[in-house]
């Protein structure tokens, strides 16, 4: 409200009586809504057409050269031969505008400049009132947006979700990368968002562990680094395991030669069964068997493995600042869950028996979801069992409006099979209620050049690969407080904006060298941009104190910003708002990424245009207050994307 008060007498100012809107825009949160809305205004007035077809036809423009904002005159459907004749028509028709500088058509298209006076005066000082949450809409998750009290929007976002024991593979890291961005752009709209990590850590692999960790385990090295250790105790017990059952294999084969040889086989068939009863596998069953029928030393044990790699994930998922509010895991479906499931899929006809195990046949929907074993022969469940039953249990605990899974594409066929048994069993709004959030393989990253096992070791071999950078110029690192932390956060940044660069389905190569650079579009390069940002404003203040004094938002005149780097600027400034309503419906956070590179483009492209220190005062203040709200605007696009950003580096 208060928003609009100030635009209102902005705009009085200007002559515009009233903040225009249309229905579901934000003129008060996003420039962008305020042009479309008064420019649709004066188009609808002067050709005579609905400004409800008008509106949607305006389009933010991808280059500046084309203007701020597009109108194909083909897209206000009207029946006209000559397209690029409307087109013109249009703009001869374009009355003056306060808003507007200049109306130019290209072939039938109608691009329209804004006025960058106008323009300067209401951006800059929008991004600095709204500050840290400038560009976030928050009415987007709101059941109402016309009456917040009505409460926001409940979703789940599914993310990371390791395997016990098992190695945090690149699978699991652009999971956490992406779903951490996903959690932050929905929480930035005005979501209620719960983050969920569904761990692995069920299954008769953690019957394995649990006789592996009687064999093999140090408690001492449990409690240093349990998951490290559970993952070696897991590799030495796998690798008995994997030997007995390759005997196993051997025996028989002699077993049967003797047989037909008619000799004594008894000693080697006695061999065979001791295997089959006392070995590994038996051995893990019946202690699995244990656990899935709650006993308590056997569940307290693996309860340990548990929780002490929990802890030690929450210490790695905190140097990413992502913290989660529910870690559930396959182990947390409970049975009840699973057997009424199965109970209406039988019902409904959707699971039949096919040789002793349960299934539910796919292809009469689409005979690329095949048919999918719910049900073992053995009566145990499985992957996508728990995933079934699952899904009602979230409902009842969190009822949700949207589910994300954050799942690399490998897994494409479960989520489609998950989604489709639920709208067989007659979940139909639950079905539609999920999605599938999935992204391609990261290439080059092999156990082998010790490059990836664990998030911890991926994280920390890229600080010190940082660290090593940061070195080679020896004056800028002398400054840095603490280089240590700051290496791990460029390293981090590295990692993660070579992830988000390129769309999330495509697959990329993990270089170490190439991230890690500060040219190019990288993540050091973000951090630098910021933190060239953050020593502008140190060295003015350190020259000039009484700046720290002064509110920008009111104080600048920022009709003295007129170079057209600066102009460039601030039309970069004003799409922000923009580019997170789209980012909303990509989900991609390269929507994001590209957008932060333009503006650290354009931003390089001004310093020398530009400086501060030298000029007049008021000049000096309304490019302080341009360049602040730049790193207002970089920043709140870097932590959506679930970066930290550096003041110094
Ligand atoms: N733990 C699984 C894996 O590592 C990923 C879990 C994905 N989420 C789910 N609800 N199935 O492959």
Not at 265 to 285: C, F, P
Request: proline fraction near 3%.
């Amino acid at each position: 409200a208060k928003a609009v008060e100030t635009l209102t007498s902005k705009l009085q100012t200007l002559g515009i009586n009233e903040v225009p809107a249309e229905p579901n825009t934000y003129p008060a949160l996003n420039p962008f809504d305020l042009y479309r809305s008064h420019v649709a205004g004066l188009l609808s007035k002067s050709t005579g057409i609905d400004s409800k077809i008008v509106y949607p036809a305006l389009q933010r423009t991808v280059k500046t050269e084309h203007g701020d904002l597009q109108m194909a005159a083909a897209a206000l459907r009207q029946k006209r031969k000559d397209m690029k004749e409307f087109a013109k028509e249009i703009a001869d028709g374009f009355p003056e505008s306060p808003l507007i500088e200049k109306v130019v058509v290209m072939d039938a298209l109608v691009m329209f400049w804004f006025k960058s006076q106008p323009l300067t005066s209401l951006v800059v000082p929008a991004v600095l009132k709204a500050g840290a949450s400038y560009g976030f809409n928050n009415f987007q998750g709101l059941r109402d947006p016309s009456d917040p009290s009505k409460g926001r929007k409940k979703m789940i976002v599914e993310f990371s979700s390791p395997n016990i024991a098992k190695p945090f593979h690149a699978g699991h890291l652009r999971s956490t990368i992406i779903g951490g961005f996903l959690a932050n752009l929905y929480d930035a709209a005005g979501w209620d968002v719960t983050r969920m990590n569904y761990l692995g850590d069920w299954g008769k692999q953690y019957g394995v562990l649990a006789i592996g960790f009687d064999l093999y385990g140090s408690e001492e090295e449990l409690v240093k680094n349990p998951i490290g250790h559970l993952y070696d105790v897991y590799v030495k017990i796998s690798a008995v395991s994997r030997e007995e059952g390759d005997k196993m294999k051997e025996l028989k084969q002699k077993i049967e030669e003797l047989k037909k040889e008619d000799k004594d086989a008894s000693e080697l068939e006695k061999e065979l069964q001791e295997i089959a009863d006392n070995g590994v596998d038996e051995k893990a069953r019946k202690y699995f068997k244990r656990m899935t029928e709650g006993e308590s030393v056997a569940l307290g044990i693996w309860r340990r493995f548990r929780d002490l790699s929990i802890e030690k994930y929450k210490k790695t998922y905190a140097r990413l600042n992502i913290r989660y509010d529910d870690y559930s895991g396959e182990s947390q479906v409970k049975d009840e869950s699973m057997d009424h499931a199965a109970k209406v899929m039988e019902e409904k006809k959707v699971s039949e028996i096919s040789e002793g195990a349960i299934i539910v046949d796919l292809t009469k929907y689409s005979k690329k979801l095949g048919k999918a074993v719910v049900r073992k022969k053995d009566g145990t469940s499985l992957y996508l069992t728990r995933d079934i039953a699952a899904v009602s249990e979230r409902f009842e605990k969190y009822k949700f409006d949207k589910m994300i899974y954050v799942v690399a594409s490998q897994q494409d066929l479960h989520l489609a099979q998950l989604f489709k048994i639920l709208e067989a069993m007659g979940y139909k709004e639950l079905a539609a209620a999920c999605s599938h959030v999935n992204f391609g393989m990261v290439l080059g990253m092999s156990t082998r050049k010790g490059t990836a096992k664990f998030l911890d070791d991926i994280l920390e071999t890229v600080a010190e690969k940082m660290h090593e950078v940061m070195k080679s110029n020896q004056a800028k690192y002398e400054q840095v407080a603490d280089p240590e932390k700051t290496a791990d956060v460029l390293g981090i940044s590295a990692v993660m904006v070579q992830d988000m660069k390129g769309k999330r389905i495509n697959n990329y190569t993990f270089d170490m060298d190439r991230m890690t650079s500060f040219e190019g579009d990288t993540g050091p390069y973000l951090q630098y941009a910021h933190a060239r940002l953050c020593s502008i404003t140190r060295k003015v203040t350190a020259a000039v104190p009484e700046v720290a004094n002064i509110d920008l938002a009111t104080a600048a005149d920022l009709t003295l910003i007129t170079e057209p780097q600066g102009i460039d600027l601030v039309r970069q400034l004003a799409a922000w708002p923009d580019i997170f309503i789209n980012t909303l419906k990509t989900q991609e956070p390269t929507t994001v990424l590209t957008y932060l590179f333009k503006l650290t483009h354009a931003l390089s492209s001004s310093y020398d245009h530009l400086q501060i220190l030298g000029s007049e005062r008021e000049t000096m203040l309304a490019r302080l207050a341009l360049y602040t709200a730049a790193r207002q605007t970089l920043n709140n696009g870097m932590r959506i994307l679930g970066l930290s950003p550096v003041e110094r580096m």
